[in-house]
């Protein structure tokens, strides 16, 4: 007879599941999104992950969430310019979406009303015990967005998708669905003020010829828990981009779930994690080569000050099917202090014979001839530590494209160094 011990749970853990148990009647949904709902609430009962899972094992969540704030619903949250001039926005204000909405070439509606009548139970649940991120979304989520792009549609104009909070808690999702062919950049805003925990998840279905380019932009106070997900799908012959940067957050892991399923279809991943204070942020990605003759390039940048501590985990997985698939991935990283640091862990998990995949990390100084350099022409040390650190950075925002962007991008890197450099 097995006798299972019962968990004794943190107080972190208590105030999750209590916070489920104080929502639930005004959370919406019907009888099959309570049931995934309750599902996800067993798995949090059973404890938060910690470095004996492996999925977790460089963010002990069980240690590093040490509370969880009650939700606030008197907290008012501040408006913030869109990060592209010209963008359609829309708000995720503390769990809420904005009822009234209407924009040029997409449909839109909110999570809130599929939730109410069960179409979006299939998204809720989870992949597995190490899930934990859609465990807390799935039990506690309010709101958000559903984006319907029609196929062939070139959206002119940025979508920005900006979940905003004012302390206590915030639960947003989103889901994008892009036509074959169509064409679209969203800008995924995340930041707030005031201690709060923010679960945010997001779903892109990337049909075929399709090609979409999605910026996430994390800038949460360091009093802020910021659990995010993105769920990525890509046809054939399509094209997905993902960039994301990470500029704040006391407790940050973004995580990447990326199925190339389409023959010929191409993911980018370009990430910038900056790192102050004492700060843990984790990224990680899990990417499936399904179909032959798929590509993909990671490149990932850091940059580490203080006593901060940053993860970048990459899996590839490439299935026996996926022959001539081209998959490179590489996580370079910057140490400014001694007491911070980085861990990267790229994996490579390979069933085709016939492909071409490598990785890479490396963690290092500045380079002092570097420093010398600049200095021997009459630049003080830290405008030219400033200059080596921005060109480190400013490499992998460059190859964006796109001029407004990486203006925009460049912009929130220089608003940083003012702070931490």
Request: glycine fraction near 8%; hydrophobic fraction near 40%; aromatic fraction near 4%.
């Amino acid at each position: 007879m097995n006798i299972q011990t019962p968990v004794k749970h943190t107080p972190a853990e208590e105030a999750l599941i209590a916070s489920y148990g104080a929502r639930a009647a005004d959370l919406p949904g019907d009888g099959s999104v309570t049931l995934k709902r309750d599902n996800a609430v067993e798995l949090l009962k059973r404890g938060l992950p910690t470095r004996k899972v492996e999925a977790w094992h460089y963010t002990d969540l069980r240690r590093l969430l040490s509370q969880v704030p009650s939700f606030d619903p008197s907290a008012s949250v501040e408006t913030i310019e869109p990060l592209l001039e010209g963008s359609d926005v829309l708000v995720v204000a503390n769990g809420f979406a904005n009822r009234d909405i209407a924009l040029e070439q997409v449909s839109v509606s909110t999570v809130a009303e599929k939730l109410s009548d069960g179409s979006l139970a299939e998204l809720l649940g989870t992949t597995g015990d190490d899930d934990t991120v859609s465990a807390i979304n799935s039990a506690l989520v309010s709101d958000g967005y559903i984006i319907d792009i029609e196929a062939g549609c070139e959206v002119a104009r940025p979508i920005e998708l900006q979940n905003l909070q004012a302390g206590g808690q915030a639960h947003a999702r989103f889901v994008v669905k892009a036509g074959a062919g169509a064409k679209a950049t969203i800008v995924e805003r995340q930041t707030g003020s005031g201690e709060a925990l923010v679960s945010s998840i997001a779903h892109l279905d990337v049909a075929d010829g399709a090609e979409i380019t999605w910026i996430i932009v994390q800038e949460q106070p360091e009093t802020v828990s910021n659990l995010g997900q993105l769920n990525v799908t890509i046809g054939s012959n399509a094209k997905a981009t993902v960039f994301i940067m990470n500029a704040g957050g006391k407790l940050v892991r973004q995580e990447l779930r990326i199925a190339a399923k389409g023959e010929g279809s191409d993911f980018r991943l370009r990430g910038v994690n900056l790192l102050s204070g004492e700060t843990h942020t984790d990224v990680t990605m899990v990417l499936d080569h399904i179909a032959p003759g798929t590509e993909s390039t990671e490149t990932i940048r850091n940059v580490v000050t203080g006593r901060a501590e940053g993860v970048f985990q990459g899996q590839i997985r490439v299935d026996r099917e996926a022959q001539k698939t081209d998959a490179k991935m590489a996580c370079n990283t910057l140490l400014l202090s001694d007491e911070g640091s980085f861990s990267a862990k790229p994996e490579l998990e390979i069933f085709a014979d016939d492909v071409a995949c490598g990785h890479g990390a490396t963690v290092a100084e500045i380079d002092e001839n570097h420093l010398f350099y600049l200095m021997a022409r009459g630049i003080d040390e830290k405008t030219a530590r400033g200059l080596l650190v921005k060109a480190f950075l400013a490499e992998v925002i460059e190859e964006l494209e796109d001029e407004a962007l990486i203006e925009a991008l460049e912009a929130k890197l220089d608003a940083w160094f003012v702070e931490h450099g």
